[in-house]
């Protein structure tokens, strides 16, 4: 079979997972799994108006969860909102029987926050962007 490549500089977000679907049949035709997979979140609403302003959003698979964002609105913060979350994410992996939690941060992001949660870091890649780093954390809940 001949393909056709298709460069889109902008693609919309219903593409990504078009991309990935055959990537996680592959996945599980090679390492099948009975254990629990999707997504999870915890949002943070404005009371007066409703409107999400913030919040967590995680996946989970083979067994351990990725928080992929983690946002606490500017007037929030120090409030414990971010760490509230964080123990949401983790509550809901423990019930799952999840091996643990991994995320990403930059150094000029949450790093620290992170730390105090009791995530360590396993992986960093300098200069991204020049000047910064960008740190693979993760925290073991068995």
Request: charged share 30%; glycine share 10%; proline share 5%.
């Amino acid at each position: 079979m001949t393909y056709v490549l298709e460069i889109d500089r902008d693609p919309p977000d219903m593409m990504r997972e078009e991309v990935r679907k055959g990537l996680r049949e592959w996945n599980l035709r090679v390492v099948p799994t009975e254990k629990p997979r999707g997504d999870f979140a915890v949002y943070v609403r404005d009371p007066a108006s409703e409107v999400v302003v913030g919040g967590l959003w995680a996946e989970y698979y083979y067994d351990w969860m990725f928080i992929e964002f983690l946002s606490v609105p500017e007037d929030g913060r120090g409030e414990g909102l971010g760490r509230r979350m964080v123990l949401e994410a983790e509550s809901f992996a423990r019930e799952l029987k999840l091996t643990g939690i991994w995320l990403d941060t930059f150094s000029w992001q949450a790093q620290g926050f992170y730390e105090k949660l009791g995530y360590s870091v396993f992986g960093q890649i300098e200069d991204f962007p020049e000047g910064q780093s960008r740190m693979f954390l993760k925290k073991r809940l068995d």
